[in-house]
């Protein structure tokens, strides 16, 4: 029933390119070869984007709108594809319900509601026309990290044995970077490991692990406790 559905779509929108229509001739032709006679053919411009191509980098669960804007658009149509070949919308008809369309003057934004990594890759707006053109807006989603430590809350050593935290990142895009720092403490150490050679009484207390990727305004972080005895 889809496909069928879709080879009316694309047949009107081939008569639609291929032929546009506007009561307003002056708005619709920009450009006339006259020859006196009555067989002339009359010149449509294909409409010029005004939205410009956009790479954007935005965090998992939020809303994006992807705009496409023309010139003008009398006459024409829209159609959104993602790679190149899924078609998600065509004019002001939906195909694929993952996705909505909020119309603007002259166009209308690609809307992606709680967007997951799923949703990466390339968009493209066409101009389906005889010469179609086109607008790819890139799109990768940042994700927040998780991290777990080893151990995950307390470590028992001896005074005087070596000992070592570890941060491990379970979950994040793009990987975040990890630091230790010490609670109530200005000290940081960049990377996913604290560790002494032997350690001291001096040195036992609470470490805090954060990993950051941009995601918030804050670092995700965990807290793990060192006893020396």
């Known amino acids: 029933m889809l496909q069928k ?5 694309f047949l009107w929108v081939a008569i639609v390119a291929g032929s546009p229509y506007s009561e307003d001739v002056d708005d619709m032709y920009s450009d006339y070869e006259t020859t006196g006679r009555s067989e002339d053919a009359v010149i449509v411009r294909t ?3 005004i939205t410009e191509q956009m790479s954007m980098l935005v965090n998992e669960g939020e809303t994006v709108r992807l705009p496409c804007i023309v010139d003008r658009l009398p006459g024409f149509v829209l159609l959104w594809k993602r790679q190149t070949e899924n078609i998600l ?25 709680q967007i997951s990594t799923e949703d990466e890759g390339e968009y493209t707006c066409q101009i389906s026309a005889f010469d ?5 807006h890139k799109v990768k989603v940042r994700v927040k990290p998780e991290i777990e430590t080893v151990p995950s809350e307390l470590l028992v ?23 230790w720092t010490r609670r109530h403490r200005t000290e940081v150490v960049q990377g996913n490991m604290i560790k002494w050679s032997a ?8 470490y805090i692990c954060r990993a950051d990727n941009g995601f918030g305004p804050e670092p995700v972080a965990k807290e793990v406790k060192l006893e020396v005895h």
Not at 89 to 109: H, M, T, W, Y
Not at 132 to 136: G, H, I, R, W, Y
Not at 157 to 179: N, Y
Not at 199 to 206: E, I, L, N, P
């Open 5 to 9: 559905y879709l080879c009316a779509v």
């Open 47 to 49: 409409p010029k984007f």
């Open 89 to 113: 919308a065509v004019g002001e008809q939906i195909i694929d319900k993952r996705f909505n369309l909020e119309p603007k003057p002259n166009g209308n934004s690609l809307v992606i509601s």
């Open 132 to 136: 179609p053109k086109f607008l790819t």
């Open 157 to 179: 050593v001896r005074e005087g044995e070596p000992a070592s935290l570890i941060c491990q990142v379970t979950r994040g895009s793009p990987p975040p970077k990890l630091s």
């Open 199 to 206: 350690v001291s009484r001096h040195d036992g207390g609470h």
